[in-house]
């Protein structure tokens, strides 16, 4: 039923891998990999270049993302021919296999020799296409966590456990997804991929070494 998968989500690898991270540092000729965690992500280049290219490269990742599940979701409306704006379990099947193959692509990027960022915006912004409701009842865990342990990785990773969990449930109002053990299963396999491009932060987490954020005035 869903063959076309196959085209969708190595065309969601390669858009996902698109990293503004390493596109932004490389026109304000900044090294990440010598600042902070040497992470290309929007988190690193805000203690390099300040807030204000923080939330540029953040709103770019976030955007990509939303565009990548909303192609996905787009795909799926021509193929099926519903358009009313439902979203059925085809649509989530579609939405949540292009943004699992768009989170690879962004940790593991091909054009970057599989070096790239943890995934996390590319996250928020498929999350929020697919369920703004949900994203906006994740941000009451994730913000005051962030405020209080100035941690970034650990309100992050907490934030995509609520997600996942949540989004079954009937707090999630008319934007719930139809539980099915398969659906339930791609968003284990994506909060698995958020924790995996995080060891490394937990490894530091748990021996105390974690950085706060302390972004460059």
Known sequence: MYWWLFLLCPIAYLWGGLNFSKIVARLRHVDL??????????????????????LVVTVLELLKGAAIVGTGYLFCSLWTGEYNFTVSVAHYVVMLAMGMAAIVGDIFPVWYRFRGGKGIATWIGMGFFMNPIMMLLDAVVFIPLLCLTRIMSVSTLLGAVCWAVLTFTPVSWFFQAPFTWYLAVMYAVI???????????????????EKKIAFKK
């Open 33 to 54: 990999t010598a600042i902070g965690s040497g992470n290309a992500g929007a988190t690193n280049v805000g203690r390099a270049l300040g807030f204000g290219w923080f």
């Open 191 to 209: 909060v698995v991929l958020l924790f995996f491009s995080h060891r490394k932060n937990l490894v530091r987490l748990f021996t105390g070494k």
